[in-house]
């Protein structure tokens, strides 16, 4: 589906980027915010890239992994609003984050299991 307006999906108020999808949006710092991220907003890095390696460069492995999941999460989001019309509040997508981040625990977990037997 070719998507005429250029204009973020979610507030509908600015110009839908890299930055604005994952930094800028007013729904997605709030999901920062729920998540105990909201410290990755704290840069205001010029590029997505930048931002992402400052990220990385100051996180915890936890925190980097959780980060993970939620730019994920937020993606798909983000994709099921554009192309099926879906729309989510900032808390459902960060209780989605959280079940995605202690599924792969529980993943990383049985593995650790299953190489001890």
């Known amino acids: 589906r070719i998507v005429a307006d250029a204009r973020c999906p979610r507030c509908k108020l600015e110009e839908e980027d890299c930055n604005h999808i994952f930094r800028e949006c007013s729904t997605i710092k709030d999901v920062w915010r729920f998540i105990q991220l909201s ?4 840069n205001a890095q010029d ?3 930048n931002w992402l390696t400052w ?3 100051r996180g915890t ?3 980097c992994r959780i980060f993970c999941c939620g ?3 937020i993606w798909t989001n983000r994709n ?5 019309n879906r729309q989510t509040t900032a808390r459902d997508i960060s209780y989605k984050i959280s079940d995605f981040f202690a599924e792969l ?3 990383e977990e049985k593995k650790h299991i ?3 037997v």
């Open 39 to 42: 410290w990755v907003l704290n």
């Open 47 to 49: 590029t997505f890239w």
């Open 55 to 57: 990220v990385f460069s």
């Open 61 to 63: 492995t936890e925190q």
């Open 71 to 73: 730019l994920w999460t």
């Open 80 to 84: 099921k609003l554009v192309y099926e």
């Open 105 to 107: 625990k529980g993943i």
């Open 114 to 116: 299953l190489a001890d």
